[in-house]
């Protein structure tokens, strides 16, 4: 099982956050390695969706379950997809209203060990630069409203 967790105080609200997160449709726009995003039902506090990553040039959908409570958590279960085990959890912790704690944490494991040797490098990366990269699409489109 591969794992990674990271905490960072960033200079965007928890619900701006929290919202960025939420809109996984936008995440080819900005997530290098993810090259398609389809929101398939949402219901109350849950939603699914299939999310297409590309990995050196391969593709693999993947579908999540993901739990929410609005502007405080996102929980994200998979569902169907080339994985054996996949779960991730956001938390977003209110500062003031210019920044917030966030906490994300991921764990994976492919269903296939050759898949799991070869891909578990190129996604475990991808996994160490998530807040990064939702921080700097946060920054980003904070500085267009402003």
Known sequence: ????EETKVLPVSAKEMYDLVMDIETYPVFV????????LEVKDNELSAELTMDLAGTKHKFQTVDYFMPHKLVEIRLLTGPFKFLESVWTFDHIDDESC?????????FKSMMLD???SPLFGAACKTMVKTFEKRAVSLKAVRS
């Open 101 to 109: 704690k966030v906490h994300f944490s991921i764990e994976f494991e």
């Open 32 to 39: 290098p390695w993810l090259c398609g995003a389809e929101l």
């Open 117 to 119: 040797i070869v891909a």
């Open 1 to 4: 099982m591969h794992c990674f």
